[in-house]
């Protein structure tokens, strides 16, 4: 080991603490700007001070080409890992807009693609940390040294960890079959990153479209899932009975999740949005009828907000005139427990007059 070798890796024993802080601070302000404050979700974060081992070779092989220790931007790294392409450009600016960035020595490995190199198709910043963002007495030269930072999707990330253990590094070591294979391997793993994105998109845009449609009360043809359900409650098209019913009594309404009773109408058989609202407009005023022989003569002063639905979706019920078991199964879901032989009769007297049972 030559002098200035061993120059440079006193530095680095000198400074290491330095590193470990530098790491504590970028790997939680990376988490606060990305999943806190952007709420981004993300694969995961990573970072890790270079072993003194790695640095040992690294020097030994290219010692020559560092003047000092500031001159090595790999002692310390952080690695953030997206789930979709386009994530890895809007983390680089937020990145841009908080560290300083050498530009000349980042590098954007996604623009030296090869075809046998997706798991490197990485975005690399060779960074500092800028004194007004963070600085610490106690590690003068924290500002000093410089740092990468990788990001890249979960797919390369999966891919270049396998390329990794696999030894796989040039055609000489590994035989053409193999590396064959994972040549296409590779590009199935781009055409996923490719179709994910994609399909992420889609999935946005079909969701905007839905929302728009149901904010307009345009419900035709719109099929009933979660996303179409959860923009119809969004409405509130039961709150004007819900505060009906609680005049009855003059009760507060405590509100209530709706999203339980979206089972409840799949299991129902209804298919699309209009059905929902026809059930509404067709069932509100027997709904009432119901609620007020329930609530007549007591002096309850809190109602649930979902009592609207329950008695709207109790009277469509009964109007189906199913077997009693099977009206029984039915009602078990709309009220969320076992309805009693008891409470079933109670409720076919409370509808006798309201419906034809």
């Known amino acids: 080991m030559d002098t200035h070798v061993k120059d440079l890796l006193d530095e680095f024993k000198e400074n290491e603490p330095t590193f470990h802080a530098m790491k504590d601070f970028v790997l939680g302000y990376l988490r606060k700007m990305i999943c806190e404050e952007q709420g981004i979700f993300i694969a995961g974060i990573e970072a890790r001070v270079k072993q003194y081992d790695s640095l040992v070779g690294k020097l030994n092989l290219k010692g020559h080409k560092y003047k000092s220790i500031e001159d090595i931007t790999d002692l310390f790294g952080a690695r953030i890992i997206t789930f979709y392409i386009d994530q890895v450009d809007f983390i680089a600016s937020l990145i841009e807009k908080k560290f300083d960035i050498d530009y000349e020595n980042s590098i954007d490995k996604r623009k030296l693609y090869e075809v046998d190199r997706f798991g490197y198709m990485s975005l690399h910043y060779i960074c500092k940390i800028p004194k007004e963002l963070y600085s610490d007495k106690e590690f003068p030269r924290l500002n000093d040294f410089k740092f990468e ?196 009769e109670k409720i076919f007297e409370q509808t006798k007059g309201i419906i034809l049972i």
């Open 149 to 344: 930072i990788q990001m890249r999707t979960s797919l390369q990330h999966v891919w270049a960890t396998i390329f990794h253990d696999t030894g796989y590094k040039s055609d000489v070591e590994v035989p053409k079959e193999y590396i064959r294979k994972l040549a296409r391997l590779e590009g199935l793993l781009e055409i996923a990153d490719d179709e994910f994105l994609t399909i992420r998109n889609e999935i946005d845009l079909y969701r905007k479209k839905i929302r728009s449609l149901v904010s307009k009360g345009e419900f035709k043809d719109i099929s009933l899932n979660i996303d179409s359900y959860k923009n119809y409650i969004d409405l509130k098209p039961y709150m004007p009975l819900v505060q009906k019913i609680a005049n009855i009594t003059g009760a507060e309404v405590e509100f209530v999740s709706y999203l339980r009773f979206y089972e409840v109408f799949v299991d129902l058989g209804i298919k699309t949005l209009s059905e929902v609202e026809q059930m509404r407009i067709d069932n509100s005023d027997d709904a009432y009828k119901l609620s007020l022989i329930q609530l007549g003569g007591t002096d309850i002063d809190i109602i649930s907000s979902t009592v609207a639905i329950q008695n709207i979706l109790t009277i469509y019920i009964l109007k189906k005139k199913a077997t009693r078991e099977e009206t029984k199964s039915m009602l078990e879901k709309v009220y969320g427990r076992t309805v009693s032989d008891n409470y079933l």
